[in-house]
């Protein structure tokens, strides 16, 4: 598995995806000079959804003569693997509601030459202050990696029957 996990050396990953709902409410006024100042504000029918898909090995073992121990030792390394990528999952819920919250907690301004500018400057912020939200929660995942407390503990090949 080391050699062939994409994700060496650890051998899973859960990548949390999140989804930003709704639109800032957004109010557009002519400023002095003829710039046009945005005010954005968010607005409860905004909200966060996560997605936190895990891939991991799967096995289907033949039919031999260790199968029962090779299986259980698969087994015993599986619950390990499975409380680590339950764990990035929570992380993921739980970075679900704060990025929710801020999301929520919107209120800003930005001008512009005019008003096309000025909505694209607002949009240009917003999805800055996600894509650095997105980052924040991207390295508390990070931080309980490389994880190497899944082992596989081969059993030994039984002996070969004597003569």
Request: aromatic share 8%; glycine share 6%; hydrophobic share 35%.
């Amino acid at each position: 598995m080391n050699s062939n996990s994409p994700y060496a050396p650890e051998w899973a990953e859960t990548r949390c995806t999140y989804s930003f709902n709704g639109q800032a409410n957004v109010m557009t006024n002519p400023q002095p000079g003829g710039r046009v100042k945005a005010d954005v504000k968010a607005n409860r029918n905004m909200s966060v959804s996560v997605d936190c898909p895990i891939d991991r090995p799967e096995w289907n073992p033949s039919d031999r003569p260790n199968r029962d121990a090779e299986v259980a030792a698969w087994r015993a390394m599986r619950v390990s693997l499975d409380q680590h990528e339950a764990t990035h999952r929570g992380i993921g819920r739980t970075w679900r509601a704060t990025l929710e919250g801020r999301y929520r907690a919107v209120n800003f301004s930005v001008t512009g030459a005019d008003h096309d500018e000025a909505m694209a400057n607002a949009s240009a912020e917003l999805y800055s202050r996600k894509d650095g939200w997105g980052a924040e929660a991207q390295a508390a995942q990070t931080a309980i990696d490389p994880f190497t407390g899944a082992v596989l503990a081969c059993p030994p090949r039984p002996a070969p029957p004597s003569p």
